[in-house]
């Protein structure tokens, strides 16, 4: 069977971007509003139940699991091949957008939303590449799931409910990175760093009340603030003072100073700029109370302009993976408990772990708290070099090749399975930034590739 995958799609082009805009305006951030009808909120099972909706009306068996995730199967044979995505998406912060996150909006080709590139626009890619095949009549030597989450940002608990339940495919591919294809995930922990608070034993001329900063783990906190008692005229005009010299964004509201950075994915931390920690160092300038001074002093001295962990000796680099890196996601001081939350990925090889559990650091605790594996498929393994080979057929691309990412993917809930578009080489990376977007024209790109790739596994 011939099939021109770029013409196919084409044919597919409007119902796709309506089905993608309805499922972009959902607001799909992890929830408060927990039952068990909604177990990670409201907003991501109104997604869930929507993209399962697709399936239902072009005529395909859906089955929903625990109300956090579910399933699309197209296809036939005892061989099961996986494709999985998420609908959930992380918090916004709706200032730092030029059109709303949940209204979806084209400029200059390019569609503007949250979870547009992470990973509604990709999933919804992938369905209508099996879709496109399915309606050609191609002959299915295997069964396809698309299985949908409603939990990848946080704690990956639709996952493990669904695969509890449901069969394990025995291969297959997430849409949830880029392009070429990621055949390794480096391994990933969480750990915070917790202040030992001390009796405050000498006068100061300001005292940190509170500090507040990022939205979650995984993401380089945009914006922090901290509320300050002392004289608030002085306070303003060290600030202002300190702001004009060092180049950085931010206010002072009496008491009320709040610090601006740029938002980044946590797997690559040196792409963003931590609101905090600059926050932090202006902080220390300030004479400060014991406790306060203490935890600005740990985040000066330890953790800022630090994401590779050169200041703790915890920075590692190797061939296969590359770098461990660090991102310091949310921070948080109050008057009898102070943190900071971290987030890591580091190489399979690095004893991490250890070296966190050896850390000595003055008035600080270190609590690892959850810790993956690494993730790893063979570079020269068929399920690569077949889905590679489609995306040279698509792009002409023979320079960039299958890598490692710090990311952590649906890839690693898979015997299998690795993770495949769809950011393109040389694309601007937006996930989990204001402002995030992805070419029409890179949508389309993706469902021909996906959908050779499956024709190719799953039917030839």
């Not at 196919?8 to 927990?34: A, P």
């Not at 996986?82 to 030029?98: K, N, R």
């Not at 937006?430 to 389309?444: G, K, P, R, S, V």
Request: overall charge negative; some cysteine; aromatic content about 10%.
């Amino acid at each position: 069977m011939t099939i021109n995958f770029k013409e196919e799609v084409l044919k597919h082009k409007e119902d796709l971007l309506s089905d993608l805009f309805e499922l972009l305006k959902v607001r799909s951030i992890l929830g408060t509003d927990v039952t068990e009808e909604t177990p990670v909120g409201s907003g991501p099972k109104e997604a869930l139940e929507l993209f399962l909706s697709f399936g239902e009306r072009d005529g395909y068996a859906t089955k929903l699991v625990d109300n956090i995730a579910g399933h699309i199967e197209i296809g036939k044979g005892d061989d099961l091949f996986g494709i999985l995505g998420h609908v959930d998406v992380v918090p916004v912060t709706e200032s730092e957008w030029i059109t709303p996150p949940f209204s979806p909006t084209i400029r200059d080709g390019k569609i503007y939303a949250r979870g547009v590139l992470d990973d509604k626009g990709p999933t919804l890619a992938a369905y209508y590449a099996v879709k496109l095949l399915d309606k050609l009549g191609v002959d299915w030597k295997k069964r396809i799931r698309v299985i949908i989450g409603s939990d990848e940002e946080t704690a990956f608990r639709c996952v493990k409910a669904y695969f509890a339940k449901e069969e394990q495919p025995s291969i297959g591919f997430t849409p949830d990175a880029m392009f070429p294809l990621i055949y390794g995930e480096k391994a990933h922990a969480n750990f915070r760093y917790s202040l030992k608070f001390k009796e405050n034993n000498k006068q100061s001329a300001y005292t940190l009340t509170k500090l507040n900063a990022g939205l979650v783990k995984n993401m380089v906190p945009s914006e922090a603030i901290a509320i300050v008692e002392g004289d608030n005229s002085k306070l303003a005009e060290l600030f202002n003072e300190y702001v004009a010299s060092k180049n950085i964004t931010g206010k002072i509201e009496n008491n009320k100073v709040t610090v601006y950075g740029k938002a980044a994915h946590g797997s690559t931390p040196h792409l963003g700029e931590n609101a905090a920690t600059k926050l932090a160092e202006f902080l220390l300038t300030l004479d400060l109370d014991t406790n306060g001074h203490n935890y600005v002093k740990f985040i000066v001295d330890n953790i800022a302009n630090d994401p590779f962990g050169e200041k703790l000796a915890l920075k590692y680099n190797d061939d296969e993976m590359g770098d461990a890196t660090y991102n310091y996601g949310i921070f948080s001081y109050e008057s009898d408990k102070a943190l900071v939350e971290t987030d890591s990925r580091y190489p399979a090889k690095f004893n991490l772990i250890e070296k966190l559990e050896k850390l000595e650091i003055e008035n600080v605790e270190v609590e690892v708290y959850s810790n993956k594996e690494a993730h790893y498929v063979p570079k020269d393994d068929e399920l690569v070099t077949t889905l590679w080979q489609a995306y040279k057929n698509h792009t002409g691309d023979e320079i960039n090749e299958p890598r490692v990412i710090g990311g952590g993917t649906y890839a690693r809930c898979l015997k299998k399975g690795v993770a495949f578009g769809v950011l393109l080489p040389g694309r601007e990376d937006t996930m989990h930034q204001a402002n995030e977007y992805m070419f029409i024209d890179d949508l389309l790109l993706s469902v021909a590739i996906f959908a050779e790739s499956i024709y190719n596994l799953c039917c030839k």
